[in-house]
């Protein structure tokens, strides 16, 4: 793939976007934390916050410190100088994950869907390591790319009002954890018994943008007893190391 240099568009009175492309790329994704990491480390004095996705880079700015021409000035020599920049090496985090049953509802629909037995959706959806591209739609929410298309399924025609913490959803070719309890579409398969958005915690998200998840079947056993030490604080998810090949790797 060509990648071509970022675009500028307004977003408002006091912000710009930087896109990168226009496709979920894990190239395109480098470019847009490696634009952030050069933005935070320059620190302008104009700068409120900035905000990734898949493929762009909402920048917050203060109108009265700098002006939108000024802004955009300085953005281009950031993100050119981005191209050449590093970002931290991803670390993988297991996430523990009941299939079927009462935590996974509509594992059945995705096995019928796809003209599957249930164990190998579940040997597909936990094959792999999972690129984190983005946080979003509530906190802590991790939006995950590579899924099987084998296990691909359509969301809900009319969305849950309430679906418990740490289920585990797919919707199109997308998987992703709901981190605490909310409305939403997707199609439900399992639940994590662990705690992935805490406000008081620092950070509060225990995901984090650029780095991978890989789910690991547990029973329904299981489950209680991490969920058990999860609330006596007593559990910490395991992390490993992400290798240049994409082998996964103690640390």
């Known amino acids: 793939m060509i990648y071509e240099r970022p675009r500028f ?28 990491l050069a933005i935070q480390k320059a620190g302008p004095p104009w700068l409120v916050e900035t905000v990734p996705t898949y493929r762009s880079l909402l920048v917050y700015y203060r109108p009265l410190r700098a002006s939108p ?17 590093r970002v931290p090496q991803p670390a993988v985090t297991d996430i523990p994950v009941a299939y079927g049953g009462e935590y996974g509802p509509d594992l059945g629909f995705v096995a019928r869907h796809n003209g599957l037995p249930r164990d190998e959706v579940v040997r597909l959806h936990s094959d792999r390591a999972y690129l984190i591209y983005m946080l979003g739609f509530i906190p802590g ?6 899924m099987s298309s084998r296990i691909a399924t359509p969301r809900l025609a009319t969305p849950r009002a309430k679906i418990p913490a740490g289920s585990v959803g797919i919707a199109g070719d997308q998987t992703g954890i709901y ?9 439900l ?18 995901l984090r943008m650029g780095d991978y998840v890989r789910f690991v079947p547990v029973t329904a056993q299981e489950f209680t007893d991490i969920q058990e030490q999860v609330e006596q604080g007593a559990y910490l998810a395991k992390k490993t ?11």
């Open 9 to 36: 568009l307004p977003g408002g009175d006091g912000a710009l976007y930087v896109e990168f492309g226009n496709a979920i790329d894990p190239e395109l994704n480098r470019r847009v934390r490696q634009c952030q």
């Open 241 to 251: 190391s992400l290798r240049p090949e994409g082998q996964v790797g103690d640390i």
């Open 69 to 85: 021409s000024e802004v955009r000035s300085q953005l281009e020599a950031l993100a050119c100088d981005a191209e050449s920049g």
């Open 189 to 206: 398969i399992g639940r994590t018994p662990l705690q992935l958005f805490h406000p008081l915690k620092e950070p509060p998200a225990l």
């Open 179 to 187: 981190p605490t309890e909310s409305p939403g579409g997707w199609r």
């Open 141 to 146: 929410f991790a939006y995950l790319g590579g």
